[in-house]
């Protein structure tokens, strides 16, 4: 794991400034640093080194062919790069034992897409082509690694994290008014945007070329997947839709089962190579718990494990966990985290992402890499098994709630989405829905649940139940948001789907790697932590999309096929946990400690001079959570 910065065009050579943007990726790489300069063609690229495979020199970085035509700077992991050598017809004399070389060797017997396609991993990359004076920037499947790019002062500019491209001279940190739009609709800014103007994330599975042409200035509309003009390309080598599309479903549940098993003992055995310490995060949930139980099973030492504890029991997994580790064997390491101590990462949040971000379980997330950063460098994560196998609640409870509430008349369905707020704000009646119906933070789901009844029909009404949706974000601006949501339309495609699968579809694409990837990554990287997600394996994702749903989602059961797979290493008492989330009380905290910081923020005055969001609206919104008359954290 790695991060890079770099630069083409321009008018002179910028050997020192994208040394000084690697300087903000240390945390990415401490192990060393390399830096490539093409000076005829103005391009100039930094890298920063966490060793995890090939420790020696010879996996050092930017790496140069042995044409010396082609130069990358990597991130990642290729997990099948041995598998990738033996398949090359002529491999050339290794100097090491790198997938950064593996990499290279293989783009320059198969091109970038016959490359990419062959490998199974997590990866952003750029290419520099000394022959064609071409860059190219690619990245993985989902989005498991990030990758930037902009254009400021009459240069190309790239990065691992927009931290970098502020560190670039005269760097302009305009807000830009849509991506504003997007990060208060979802709680993150929606790719291709980022929050600068004319700087972008580029989408998960897209290769990016450019050539000096096309470096002097931004282009004239957001280049998205399919863009393309004089000097600069963006395409997509991997998507989701297709595999949607052309999933032949299992004939056989039991076949299926099998297949699940095997293909997931196989990704989580290739994310396994490592040649630093490794582990795993156990939540206690479903999908951690098969992980761990699957590297438990091919291991011939205990896995170590971390769990982030609270003292609030309603956010508390550290009990169930620890039972879970217990019976697996591993050996374990739980952490209860104080109120102090989460509170303590608030101000680090910037640093740490360098980008509004606004998923809460973005603290734990950080206090559970930092404990398993003392013992390895490397941690495996359930992350993606909810987006692909029907995790979340809202796949299971919003087709019924549906179901429900158009047998109201439309005037009724505002007094019920009233009723339900009001329910979820009494804690009484809370309480007894939490004691009674094992419904796990309640507060939030009965608020969730009034927003879908305000819906016209059901594609609205499960629209809105993705998450962090706020369909009201827009009367917070001064400027109006530009017309048009990739959200809306991605839960409206794919009609011979299911409305939960097309759910899930939507979330793979938006949710999964602008929220939870990118968590998880700038939470673990900021203490240079590698994480690896076996569920988002491009076999395992395949498969998955192989499986009907029934096997699902099933009588209200969430992740119906983990479950019976996790049964296989687990007794039945080990597995009923409620969903909770990785969540922390930001409610009661924006209420109580949080209270000072955030009016502080929130000041009328401060607002008005910023010129972004309505004083008066955001002032609403405050007293409305301060005083429990809404939940808005």
């Given at each position: 794991?790695c991060?890079?910065?770099?630069s083409f065009g321009?008018?002179?050579?910028?050997e020192?400034?994208v040394?000084?943007?690697?300087?903000?990726?240390?945390?990415?790489?401490?192990?060393?640093?390399?830096?490539?300069c093409?000076?005829?063609?103005?391009?100039a690229?930094a890298?920063?080194?966490?060793?995890?495979?090939?420790?020696s020199?010879?996996?050092?970085?930017?790496?140069i062919?042995?044409?010396?035509?082609?130069?990358?700077a990597?991130?990642?992991?290729i997990?099948?790069h041995?598998?990738?050598r033996?398949?090359?017809?002529?491999?050339?004399?290794?100097?090491g034992?790198?997938?950064?070389?593996?990499?290279?060797?293989?783009?320059e017997?198969?091109?970038?897409?016959?490359?990419?396609?062959r490998?199974?991993g997590?990866?952003?990359?750029?290419?520099?082509?000394?022959e064609?004076?071409?860059?190219?920037?690619a990245r993985?499947?989902l989005?498991?690694?990030?990758?930037y790019?902009?254009?400021?002062?009459?240069?190309?500019?790239?990065a691992?994290?927009?931290a970098?491209l502020?560190?670039?001279?005269?760097?302009e940190?305009?807000?830009?008014?849509?991506?504003?739009?997007?990060?208060l609709?979802?709680g993150y800014?929606?790719?291709?945007?980022?929050?600068?103007?004319n700087?972008?994330?580029?989408?998960?599975?897209?290769?990016?070329?450019?050539?000096?042409?096309?470096?002097?200035?931004?282009?004239?509309?957001?280049?998205?997947?399919?863009y393309r003009?004089?000097?600069?390309?963006?395409?997509?080598?991997?998507?989701?839709?297709?595999?949607?599309?052309?999933?032949g479903?299992?004939?056989?549940e039991?076949?299926?089962?099998?297949?699940?098993?095997?293909?997931l003992?196989g990704?989580?055995r290739?994310?396994?190579?490592?040649?630093?310490?490794?582990?795993?995060?156990?939540?206690g949930?479903?999908?951690?718990?098969?992980v761990?139980a699957?590297?438990?099973?091919?291991?011939?030492?205990?896995?170590?494990?971390y769990?982030?504890g609270?003292?609030?029991?309603?956010?508390d997994?550290?009990?169930?966990?620890?039972?879970?580790?217990a019976h697996?064997?591993?050996?374990?390491?739980?952490?209860?985290?104080t109120?102090?101590?989460?509170?303590?990462?608030?101000p680090?949040?910037?640093?740490?992402?360098?980008?509004?971000f606004?998923d809460?379980?973005?603290?734990?997330?950080?206090?559970?890499?930092?404990l398993?950063?003392?013992?390895?460098?490397?941690?495996?994560?359930?992350d993606?098994g909810?987006?692909?196998f029907?995790?979340?609640?809202?796949?299971?409870?919003?087709?019924?709630?549906?179901?429900?509430?158009?047998?109201?008349?439309?005037g009724?369905?505002?007094?019920?989405?009233?009723?339900?707020a009001?329910?979820?704000r009494?804690?009484?009646?809370r309480?007894?829905?939490e004691?009674?119906?094992?419904?796990?933070q309640?507060r939030?789901?009965l608020?969730?649940?009034?927003d879908?009844?305000?819906?016209?029909?059901?594609?609205?009404?499960?629209?809105?139940a993705?998450?962090?949706?706020n369909?009201?974000?827009?009367s917070?601006?001064?400027?109006?948001?530009?017309?048009?949501?990739?959200?809306?339309?991605l839960?409206?495609r794919?009609?011979?789907r299911?409305?939960?699968?097309?759910?899930?579809v939507?979330?793979?694409m938006t949710?999964?790697?602008?929220?939870?990837?990118c968590?998880?990554d700038?939470?673990?990287m900021?203490?240079s932590?590698?994480t690896?997600?076996?569920?988002?394996?491009?076999?395992?994702?395949?498969?998955?999309w192989?499986?009907?749903?029934?096997m699902?989602?099933r009588?209200?059961?969430?992740?119906w096929?983990l479950?019976?797979?996790?049964g296989?290493?687990?007794?039945?008492?080990?597995?009923?946990?409620?969903?909770?989330g990785?969540a922390?009380?930001?409610?009661d905290?924006l209420?109580?400690?949080?209270?000072?910081?955030?009016e502080?923020?929130?000041?009328?005055?401060?607002?008005?001079?910023?010129?972004m969001?309505?004083p008066?609206?955001?002032?609403?919104?405050?007293?409305a959570?301060?005083?429990?008359?809404?939940?808005?954290?």
């Amino acid at each position: 794991m790695c991060g890079f910065a770099g630069s083409f065009g321009g008018s002179a050579l910028a050997e020192d400034e994208v040394l000084r943007m690697s300087t903000a990726l240390r945390h990415r790489g401490p192990d060393s640093r390399g830096v490539f300069c093409d000076p005829d063609r103005a391009y100039a690229v930094a890298h920063r080194r966490l060793s995890v495979l090939d420790l020696s020199e010879a996996g050092h970085q930017p790496m140069i062919d042995p044409t010396g035509r082609t130069v990358i700077a990597y991130n990642g992991e290729i997990y099948n790069h041995r598998e990738l050598r033996a398949d090359l017809e002529h491999p050339p004399a290794w100097r090491g034992d790198s997938d950064t070389e593996t990499l290279l060797m293989a783009i320059e017997a198969w091109g970038v897409t016959g490359a990419l396609e062959r490998a199974r991993g997590m990866f952003a990359f750029a290419l520099w082509d000394r022959e064609t004076a071409t860059l190219t920037l690619a990245r993985d499947r989902l989005g498991e690694k990030p990758l930037y790019y902009g254009w400021v002062g009459g240069a190309f500019l790239f990065a691992s994290e927009l931290a970098a491209l502020e560190a670039w001279p005269g760097f302009e940190a305009t807000v830009d008014s849509d991506a504003l739009a997007g990060l208060l609709r979802y709680g993150y800014v929606p790719a291709p945007r980022s929050i600068y103007r004319n700087i972008y994330k580029l989408e998960p599975g897209t290769v990016l070329t450019i050539q000096r042409s096309a470096t002097a200035s931004p282009p004239d509309s957001v280049p998205t997947a399919g863009y393309r003009s004089p000097g600069l390309d963006i395409r997509r080598w991997w998507s989701l839709d297709e595999i949607v599309d052309n999933a032949g479903p299992f004939d056989d549940e039991a076949e299926a089962l099998e297949t699940l098993h095997d293909t997931l003992l196989g990704a989580t055995r290739l994310q396994l190579l490592s040649d630093v310490p490794l582990g795993a995060f156990l939540s206690g949930g479903i999908d951690s718990s098969l992980v761990v139980a699957l590297m438990q099973a091919q291991g011939d030492r205990p896995v170590n494990t971390y769990t982030m504890g609270f003292e609030d029991a309603a956010f508390d997994e550290a009990p169930w966990a620890a039972r879970i580790a217990a019976h697996l064997g591993t050996r374990h390491t739980p952490y209860t985290v104080t109120e102090a101590d989460a509170l303590e990462v608030v101000p680090e949040l910037p640093r740490l992402y360098s980008e509004p971000f606004a998923d809460a379980s973005q603290i734990p997330t950080h206090l559970v890499a930092r404990l398993a950063r003392q013992e390895v460098t490397v941690a495996l994560s359930g992350d993606g098994g909810d987006e692909l196998f029907g995790g979340y609640n809202r796949y299971a409870w919003a087709p019924r709630a549906w179901r429900w509430l158009e047998r109201l008349p439309a005037g009724l369905r505002g007094n019920a989405a009233d009723g339900l707020a009001l329910a979820g704000r009494t804690p009484a009646l809370r309480g007894l829905l939490e004691a009674l119906g094992g419904v796990a933070q309640a507060r939030e789901k009965l608020a969730k649940l009034a927003d879908r009844a305000r819906h016209a029909h059901d594609v609205e009404s499960f629209y809105a139940a993705l998450a962090a949706v706020n369909p009201g974000a827009a009367s917070l601006l001064v400027a109006a948001p530009a017309p048009g949501d990739r959200l809306d339309a991605l839960v409206r495609r794919h009609p011979d789907r299911s409305i939960e699968e097309r759910m899930m579809v939507a979330d793979a694409m938006t949710y999964l790697p602008d929220d939870i990837l990118c968590k998880v990554d700038r939470a673990a990287m900021a203490v240079s932590l590698e994480t690896r997600v076996p569920y988002l394996d491009p076999d395992v994702v395949r498969c998955a999309w192989r499986l009907p749903l029934s096997m699902k989602l099933r009588n209200g059961t969430t992740k119906w096929a983990l479950r019976q797979l996790l049964g296989r290493y687990l007794p039945a008492e080990l597995m009923d946990q409620p969903k909770r989330g990785f969540a922390v009380p930001l409610d009661d905290w924006l209420r109580g400690p949080l209270r000072d910081w955030a009016e502080a923020l929130l000041d009328p005055g401060t607002l008005a001079g910023q010129g972004m969001l309505d004083p008066a609206a955001v002032r609403g919104l405050w007293d409305a959570h301060t005083t429990g008359r809404g939940d808005h954290a």
